[in-house]
C-alpha cells in the first residue's frame, strides 16, 4: 500500500535528504504532476510538546516564507501539511528534474570561467530577488543548488531563512546550528545578526569553488572551518589559476571579505560585474563532459525551448533511480502505464515508462522496434497530462528510429511526424497555417493510395480537419470535412472514435 498525504499525495520514493528531513518523490493525484515533499518528523527536533508547538509554528512561516520567493529560480511551493498526529510536517514542492551542483562539481577539476560566471550570475538573479522581500537563505551551498537538464539554476531550501521585516520571532534559532561549515559567513560563525550580505559570502565561496576547483578554506573539521572563516585571508583565484580575470578576482574577494559592509552591497551590483564574463548571444556551446548540464545556454541563445532531443538527460539520482524503477520488470512499467492512464494519471503513467528507458535500450538496442512504441507510449501520456514540450522530445526520438528502422515511407514515421506537428502548434512554434501545410504535405504522400484510408491515413485526414478551422478558411475546412465524412461512412461504424470526433468538427463548424 502506497503512502498518501493529506488523501491526494502518494509518495512513490526517496530523492534524498534536505537540511532539515528527508524530501521524498510524490504524485499530486488531483493535478496529475510528479511533486518534491519535504518530509519533517516533528519529535526529531522536538521532544516536548511545547517544543513540538514551536517547531509547528516555525514549519508553517517557512512554508509562507518559502511561498512568497515566487521565482523561476526557486522551486514553487503547492501545499503544506501537517499530519492528523502533528508527528510530521510536510512541505510539497514543484519537482525539478536536474542534478545538484554539488553532484555537478564532484571530482572535477575548475570549471570553465564562462561557466562558473553562468551559474553565479544565475543564483545572484536569485539571490537579488529574494532579499528584496527580504527574506535571507542563510544556508546557500553547493548541495542546496539544482541545475535542471537545460542548465537553469534553481535554489532549494529556503526553509532555513529569516525574514529580515522586523516580525519574525526567534523561532528560527530552535535546533542545532543553522549553515553549513564550508560556506558559512563569519558573522554567521559569530551567532550575530545577519542579513543579505552572509548569502554573498556564500556566493563567493561558490564562486571561488568553482573557478578553483577546491574550498575556500580546505579544513579538517567543522570547527577548523569555522576558525578559518574568521581569521584566514582566501588564496586568490589568479594564484590558482591565472587565467581568471582580474576583476572576477577582485570580486570573489569582495565578496569573501570578514567584514559585511566591505562586501558588495547587493546580489544586483554581483550581477551586473558578472556580466562582462557570460557569453553573448550566439556564442559557442563551453566543452563540457557528456551529459553535464550547460548553464551558459540561457545566455547564449535566451529563452530558447529546451532542445532536450540534443542535450544529453541528466543521470538520475541513486534515490531517485530506485524510486521510479520499483516496478521492476518491463511487463509491470506496462501494467502500471495501463492502469494509471486508465486513471487519468498521464504524467504518473510516462514516469512508469520513462523509468525503463535503459533497460530497454540494453535489452532490445536503441534504435530497435520496442524502443520506438516505448518513446510512442511515454509521448502520448505526456501530451494527455498536457507537457506538450516533453511530449515532442518523445516524438522526435520516435521519428528519429521509425526513419532507420521503417524508412522515409514507414506509416509508423508519419504517425509520429503527425503528432510531433501537433505539439509544434500547440507550442506555437508553428501557426495553424503552417501546420495544415506540413500536414497536407504528408497527405501528398498517401493521396490515392490504400494508405489514404487505412487508420494512419485517417488519423492524418482528421489532425488535418482539426487545424483547418483555425486557419480561418472555413470553406475549406467544410470541404474537407465533407469528405472524411462520406469515407468513414463507408468504412467505420457510427461508433468509431475517429468517425465521432469527425461528427463534433462538423458540428462545430456549423455553429
Known amino acids: 500500500m502506497r503512502e498518501i498525504i493529506d488523501g491526494r499525495y502518494e509518495i512513490t520514493g526517496a530523492l534524498g535528504a534536505g537540511g532539515m528531513g528527508q524530501v521524498l518523490l510524490g504524485y499530486d493525484t488531483v493535478l496529475d504532476r510528479a511533486v518534491a515533499v519535504k518530509r519533517i518528523a516533528v519529535r526529531q527536533f522536538a521532544s516536548r510538546d511545547d517544543l513540538a508547538a514551536e517547531f509547528v509554528a516555525r514549519f ?13 529560480g526557486v522551486p514553487q ?9 502533528a508527528d510530521s510536517v510536510y512541505l510539497v514542492l514543484e519537482h525539478i528534474d536536474g542534478t545538484t551542483l554539488r553532484d555537478y562539481l564532484a571530482g572535477a577539476a575548475a570549471l570553465p570561467v564562462e561557466v562558473a560566471v553562468a551559474i553565479g550570475a544565475q543564483l545572484a538573479t536569485v539571490l537579488s530577488y529574494a532579499h528584496a522581500l527580504p527574506v535571507v537563505h542563510r544556508d546557500l551551498k553547493p548541495a542546496n543548488v539544482l541545475l535542471t537538464r537545460d542548465g537553469v539554476v534553481k535554489v532549494i531550501d529556503f526553509g532555513i531563512a529569516a525574514l529580515l521585516d522586523g516580525s519574525t520571532s526567534r523561532i528560527t534559532r530552535t535546533g542545532s546550528v543553522l549553515g553549513t561549515a564550508a560556506y558559512m559567513s563569519p558573522e554567521l560563525v559569530n551567532g550575530q545578526e545577519v542579513g543579505p550580505r552572509a548569502d554573498l559570502y556564500a556566493l563567493g565561496c ?11 578554506f580546505e579544513a579538517r573539521s567543522d570547527f577548523d572551518a569555522y576558525n578559518r572563516h574568521l581569521t584566514d585571508t582566501p588564496t586568490p583565484l589568479r594564484t590558482l589559476r591565472p587565467e581568471v580575470p582580474a576583476a572576477l578576482e577582485e570580486l570573489v574577494l569582495g565578496l569573501l571579505a570578514k567584514n ?3 562586501r558588495p552591497v547587493t546580489a544586483q551590483d554581483v550581477y551586473r560585474r558578472l556580466l562582462p564574463y557570460l557569453p553573448r548571444p550566439g556564442a559557442p556551446a563551453p566543452i563540457l563532459p557528456p551529459g553535464q548540464p550547460d548553464p551558459t545556454r540561457i545566455y547564449r541563445s535566451p529563452n530558447p525551448p529546451a532542445d532536450l532531443e540534443s542535450a544529453p538527460p541528466v543521470p538520475a539520482r541513486p534515490a531517485a533511480r530506485q524510486a521510479v524503477t520499483e516496478a521492476g520488470s518491463l511487463g509491470d512499467a506496462a501494467a502500471r502505464y495501463r492502469e494509471l492512464c486508465a486513471l487519468g494519471r498521464y504524467a504518473q503513467a510516462a514516469q512508469a515508462l520513462l523509468a525503463v528507458v535503459e533497460e530497454v535500450a540494453r535489452r532490445y538496442g536503441p534504435d530497435g522496434t520496442e524502443a520506438g512504441d516505448l518513446h510512442r507510449d511515454i509521448a502520448l501520456a505526456l501530451a494527455q497530462s498536457g507537457e506538450q514540450r516533453r511530449a515532442l522530445t518523445e516524438w522526435e526520438r520516435v521519428e528519429a528510429i521509425e526513419l532507420r528502422v521503417g524508412g522515409p515511407k514507414s506509416p509508423r514515421l508519419r504517425r509520429a511526424r503527425v503528432a510531433a ?3 509544434r502548434a500547440v507550442l506555437g512554434e508553428l501557426t495553424a497555417s503552417a501546420a495544415v501545410d506540413e500536414l497536407y504535405r504528408l497527405f501528398g504522400e498517401i493521396r490515392g493510395t490504400d494508405a489514404e484510408t487505412a487508420e494512419d491515413g485517417l488519423r492524418l485526414r482528421l489532425a488535418i480537419a ?3 478551422p483555425a486557419t480561418g478558411d472555413h470553406t475549406r475546412a467544410e470541404r474537407f470535412l465533407t469528405q472524411l465524412r462520406t469515407d468513414l461512412a463507408m468504412l467505420r461504424p457510427a461508433d468509431d472514435p475517429v468517425r465521432r470526433r469527425v461528427e463534433e468538427l462538423a458540428a462545430e463548424l456549423r455553429h
Open 466 to 468: 482539426e487545424w483547418l
Open 60 to 72: 508553517r512561516r517557512e512554508a509562507r516564507v518559502t511561498a512568497r520567493i515566487r521565482h523561476h
Open 206 to 216: 561558490i564562486l571561488h569553488e568553482m573557478c578553483s576547483g577546491r574550498k575556500v
Open 260 to 262: 559585511p559592509s566591505d
Open 77 to 85: 511551493v503547492y501545499d503544506a501539511v501537517l499530519d492528523a498526529q
Open 421 to 423: 506537428i501537433g505539439c
